[in-house]
Every structure is written in structure tokens, then in C-alpha cells.
């Protein structure tokens, strides 16, 4: 085999970068001379070959067709687990701030749920009964009553309405409002860990790779409240046996909260006419300011 000309393959990456050079956003023209940079970089580092090349093209195709109106999004969950949706979080929230920490979003939100009742049972299917409370406020601790918190979790099948079609519309899903002292209070069914899609391109690359699809047990929050910066996050269940190996690598230390389990006579089972045993978590929101 002759010696690569590596002087060919230099001018064939410049003349790429160079094609951009007019772009006349300025971001956009970084962006995608250093995508471009990078992509040949990678192919040149790695001497793809161009089996390689079409079996990625393959991939990415298939991805795409994989992709839905409602709920389904293969390519949100490829950037998951390749780590790219937590890293990109990471930059966005690369100031320190005093607040409460952001995680993935994930591809199984839903705009346009029930708005709930403060302590409203948002399982609209029975299961193992759960509360969750606490507050949301500013990193100076003052209440920020009438914040939203849109929440979302899979039921103990392991999926979300929408995706699991035979489930009641809204089910486990719901908007919910502080109060007037900045609190909140949601009841449901304690969260389960559930296995990320697997029956499409990204399950087909974790079985190659000899990777597991599991996420732990959470609750999904998106939270709003005027002059404050949205929080996605989720809440986990501490004692979840993949909490230190979460498919889409979402798991932060702050966010991880114990579900203790509480009998019918507790008081917060009359508070909130729960009427059988249940688990209690609790979890205070702080919301950053917008700049
Ligand atoms: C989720 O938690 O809903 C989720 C996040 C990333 C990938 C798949 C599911
Ligand atoms: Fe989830």
C-alpha cells in the first residue's frame, strides 16, 4: 500500500473549512467551519473507511426515520447516550450559580397537560402511592408563589402516556402551581427505573457496545416563574439500583432524593386523603434569576 498523501488530505479539509467562509452569520460560520474541522479530523484520525462511512450514513438515516410527531425522537436520544445532551448542559449552566441544578430533558415531554390542584393525584391508574413536597424560591430564599412546575413520569410499566397509548390521557402527567407560600405538593405513584427505548438505531448501538438502557427511577420537573430562568430537571429515587449508571448519564448528586415510606395514619396521609401507605419525598426548588 503506497503512503497516505497527506498533503491531499490537508487541502481537501481546508477547501472544505474555506467553502464556508461567506456564511454571513458569524456564529454559524464558527460553527460549522469547526464542525467541519472536526468531522475530517475524526475521519482522518480514525482512516474511516468507506464501508464505515456507509454504515454511519445507514445509522443516521435510520435514526431519523425513526422519529415521530408525538413523542418519538431517536436523534434526542442518541445525543443522550453518547453524553452530548449533558455536556452541552453543562456549558449552558457553566456559571455556578446558586440554584437548583438542570438534567436532560429528555424526549417524552408533553406541552399542553392538566393543569392539577395543589396535592392532586396525578396517577390516574392505581399503584404504590407517593407524595412529593416542598418549595420554590430564589436563591435569596424568598417564595415564588404561582411558579409553574410541569412534571411527567412513566407509569410502573416503565412508560410514558403517549408512549404507552393504552394509558389514560394525562396520566402521570400535569401542571401544577406553588401556593401562595411558594409550595407545592404532587401526588402519584413512586417512580420506577424504565429502560430507554431499545427497539430502534440507539438500542441497536448500546447492544454493540455492551451497554445497558436503564435510567433510574425519576420525576420529571420543567419549572417557570416570572423574571426566573426555566429549570429542567428531574428528581431521583436515592435507593435506585442504577443510580450510578444512568443510560443517558443525567444523575447529580443534588437531585437525588429518599422516598421514605409512611403508614395511612400519618398525618400528611389525612392532609392529603391519601387514605392507604404510602412514600413521602420531599424537594425545595431555587430557581435562578434571568439576566
Ligand atoms: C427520560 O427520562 O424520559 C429520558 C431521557 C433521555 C432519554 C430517554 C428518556
Ligand atoms: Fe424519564
Not at 445507514?58 to 452530548?84: H, M, N, P, W, Y
Not at 392539577?116 to 396525578?122: L, P, T, V, W
Amino acid at each position: 500500500m503506497s503512503p497516505p498523501d497527506l498533503a491531499s488530505e490537508r487541502e481537501i479539509t481546508a477547501r472544505a473549512v474555506n467553502s464556508f467562509a461567506h456564511t454571513p452569520d458569524a456564529r454559524l460560520r464558527f460553527l460549522l467551519q469547526k464542525l467541519v474541522g472536526h468531522l475530517h479530523q475524526f475521519a482522518a484520525e480514525v482512516e474511516l473507511s468507506e464501508a464505515e462511512w456507509s454504515k454511519a450514513i445507514q445509522f443516521l438515516t435510520a435514526t431519523g426515520q425513526k422519529c415521530d410527531d408525538v413523542v418519538r425522537q431517536e436523534f434526542i436520544l442518541l445525543s443522550d447516550v453518547l453524553g452530548l445532551s449533558m455536556l452541552v448542559d453543562a456549558i449552558e449552566h457553566r456559571n455556578g450559580v446558586q440554584a437548583t441544578e438542570s438534567t436532560v430533558f429528555g424526549p417524552f415531554y408533553i406541552a399542553g397537560m392538566p393543569d392539577r390542584e395543589y396535592g392532586e393525584n396525578m396517577a390516574l391508574i392505581p399503584g404504590s402511592a407517593s407524595l412529593i413536597t416542598g418549595s420554590v424560591r430564589d436563591p435569596d430564599g424568598n417564595p415564588l408563589p404561582g411558579a409553574t412546575l410541569d412534571v411527567w413520569q412513566t407509569a410502573e410499566n416503565g412508560q410514558y402516556s403517549g408512549q404507552d397509548v393504552t394509558q389514560p390521557h394525562g396520566n402521570l402527567r400535569g401542571r401544577y402551581r406553588a401556593d401562595q407560600h411558594g409550595r407545592y405538593a404532587i401526588r402519584s405513584v413512586v417512580p420506577v427505573s424504565y429502560p430507554i427505548p431499545t427497539d430502534g438505531p440507539v438500542g441497536t448501538l448500546l447492544q454493540a457496545s455492551d451497554r445497558h438502557p436503564w435510567r433510574p427511577a425519576h420525576l420529571h420537573f420543567m419549572l417557570d416563574a416570572p423574571g426566573h430562568r426555566r429549570l429542567v430537571t428531574h428528581v431521583f429515587n436515592d435507593d435506585d439500583p442504577y443510580i450510578d449508571s444512568d443510560a443517558v448519564f443525567g444523575v447529580k448528586d443534588s437531585l437525588r432524593v429518599a422516598y421514605q415510606p409512611c403508614s395511612s395514619a400519618h398525618p400528611l396521609a389525612g392532609q392529603f386523603d391519601i387514605g392507604m401507605d404510602f412514600h413521602h419525598a420531599h424537594f425545595d426548588f431555587v430557581l435562578e434569576g434571568r439576566a
